[in-house]
């Protein structure tokens, strides 16, 4: 399994190796059982970003949203339906700039909702701006 893509658990943190052949299979964590490849838009926490953007060989794309943005609350459930349509290739997260403040400062956020695309533990594109999911799809598909 050396050869496996490496994937932080998005509730624990830890690394996992998982075949590339498995990527769409529901793959679930060592440690704690979670999915790792689950098809929706998870919630993470700033330590969880930072491993998982320098860390995944899947491409991860962020979404930073805030609960008091008109815009972000439009894209919210259009972010989520993009996830189950990307699932196995691309994993989709989203940070509360309320709650991790210094995710905000530590990647240049200057409005919401901003979405980022890291692969290879680097950042390889940026939007601002709410998007419809079939912008969402075609936009990652570019990472």
Same mark, same amino acid.
């Given at each position: 399994? %050396?050869?496996?893509?490496?994937?932080? /658990?998005? !509730? /624990?943190?830890?690394?996992?190796?998982?075949? !590339?052949? =498995?990527? *769409?299979?529901?793959?679930? /964590? &060592?440690?704690? $059982? %979670?999915?790792?490849?689950? $098809?929706? %838009?998870?919630?993470?926490?700033?330590?969880?970003?930072?491993?998982? %953007?320098?860390?995944?060989?899947?491409?991860?794309?962020? *979404?930073? #949203?805030?609960? #008091?943005?008109?815009?972000?609350?439009?894209?919210?459930?259009?972010?989520?339906?993009?996830?189950?349509?990307? =699932?196995? =290739?691309?994993?989709?997260?989203?940070?509360?700039? !309320?709650?991790?403040? @210094?995710?905000?400062?530590?990647? $240049? +956020? =200057? &409005? +919401?909702?901003?979405? +980022? &695309?890291?692969?290879? &533990? @680097?950042?390889?594109? @940026?939007?601002?701006?709410?998007?419809?999911?079939?912008? +969402?799809?075609? #936009?990652?598909? $570019?990472?």
């Amino acid at each position: 399994m %050396a050869d496996g893509k490496k994937l932080t /658990c998005l !509730e /624990c943190a830890q690394v996992n190796r998982v075949p !590339e052949d =498995r990527l *769409d299979n529901a793959p679930k /964590c &060592g440690t704690c $059982g %979670a999915p790792l490849m689950s $098809g929706k %838009a998870t919630e993470i926490d700033f330590a969880t970003l930072q491993k998982a %953007a320098r860390t995944d060989d899947v491409p991860l794309v962020v *979404d930073f #949203w805030a609960p #008091w943005c008109g815009p972000c609350k439009m894209m919210a459930p259009e972010f989520s339906r993009a996830a189950g349509e990307v =699932r196995g =290739r691309v994993r989709l997260v989203k940070i509360n700039t !309320e709650e991790h403040p @210094r995710a905000s400062q530590a990647y $240049g +956020i =200057r &409005g +919401i909702p901003t979405m +980022i &695309g890291f692969s290879g &533990g @680097r950042e390889r594109k @940026r939007q601002s701006g709410a998007q419809r999911s079939p912008e +969402i799809v075609a #936009w990652v598909r $570019g990472i």
